[in-house]
């Protein structure tokens, strides 16, 4: 568990954009395995789904798309 987030330097008075809930496609390079899930991108373009690994215990060999 990553504990940065709770850090908050540089905080303006701008308006915080509401992280944006987006559909995210995953496929599987190693088995072809593909999930949907829903994701949360935040103000850096970084999709968070909380996916961990495949059922064949990849966790870094992905094809990731979002969908609309
Ligand atoms: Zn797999």
Redesign the pocket.
């Known amino acids: 568990m990553r504990m940065d987030t709770l850090t908050c330097e540089g905080v303006s008075d701008e308006v915080i954009v509401q992280n944006q809930r987006v559909k995210v496609h995953i496929r ?1 390079k ?4 593909t999930f949907i899930l829903r994701g949360v991108r935040d103000v850096k373009g970084n999709i968070e789904t909380g996916f961990k690994r ?5 966790e870094s060999d992905f094809d990731i798309e979002t969908l609309q």
């Open positions: 599987c190693k088995c072809g395995e495949c059922l064949c215990d990849n």
